[in-house]
């Protein structure tokens, strides 16, 4: 289950920090949207810089697979 709450978490950063932006968006914002306490979020992340990283990489990572899949095809 801690992986399904990290992902849950991770979902509700990126859906926040598009709509708002880094600045804008604060971890109450994202525990809000992910449905759990503020507290929760600092289990899995140490701060909201270490929570955008985790989400650019994700990111990164959907993106690279996606370009691979691309040439790939080609």
């Given at each position: 289950?801690?992986?399904?709450?990290r992902?849950?978490?991770?979902?509700?950063?990126?859906?926040?920090?598009?709509?708002?932006?880094?600045?804008?968006?604060?971890?109450?914002?994202?525990?809000?949207?992910?449905?759990?306490g503020k507290?929760?979020?600092?289990y899995?992340f140490?701060?909201k810089?270490?929570?955008?990283?985790?989400?650019?990489?994700a990111?990164?990572?959907?993106?690279?697979?996606?370009v691979?899949?691309?040439?790939?095809?080609?």
């Open positions: 289950m801690p992986e399904d709450t992902a849950q978490i991770l979902r509700a950063a990126k859906t926040l920090f598009g709509r708002y932006g880094f600045r804008k968006t604060s971890l109450a914002d994202v525990a809000g949207e992910a449905r759990m507290s929760s979020i600092y899995y140490t701060s810089e270490d929570l955008f990283r985790a989400v650019v990489d990111e990164f990572k959907t993106l690279s697979a996606r691979r899949d691309a040439i790939a095809s080609e």
